[in-house]
């Protein structure tokens, strides 16, 4: 499975963006996706799963609730990540991922990350 995202850039805080990632190859494999983030000099972080199939979804990162949404589009083999009211805090490249077994967990297929940018 391959992994593109688009969609991040540099906007102000209380903007908005709609993070994209657009899958191809074995999508059939395709259980889960999902978006985590990177600041610098931290640990990637989970922000947000999707089950592919049943479109249930998790956000793994408390502060992102009620702000961020994650959905997908099962006819594009895309899922989006809404964001709503962003902080400086949420500056980081985020990634999407996908998982062939399990919504939490063997996330081994990622795209190369798009930058997001929050300034104060």
């Known amino acids: 499975v391959q992994l593109v995202e688009s969609g991040g850039g540099l906007v102000q805080a209380g903007g908005s963006l709609r993070l994209s990632c657009a899958a191809s190859?074995?999508?059939?494999?395709?259980?889960?996706m999902g978006w985590f983030r990177q600041a610098p000099g931290k640990d990637r972080e989970r922000v947000a799963l999707i089950n592919w199939g049943g479109g249930n979804t998790i956000y793994t990162d408390s502060s992102v609730k009620g702000r961020f949404t994650i959905s997908r589009d099962g006819a594009k083999n895309t899922v989006y990540l809404q964001m709503n009211s962003l902080k400086p805090e949420d500056t980081a490249v985020y990634y999407c991922?996908?998982?062939?077994?399990?919504?939490?967990?063997?996330?081994?297929?990622w795209g190369q990350g798009t930058q997001v940018t929050v300034s104060s």
């Open positions: 991922a996908a998982s062939e077994r399990s919504l939490y967990s063997d996330y081994n297929s």
């Open positions: 190859g074995r999508t059939f494999r395709i259980y889960a």
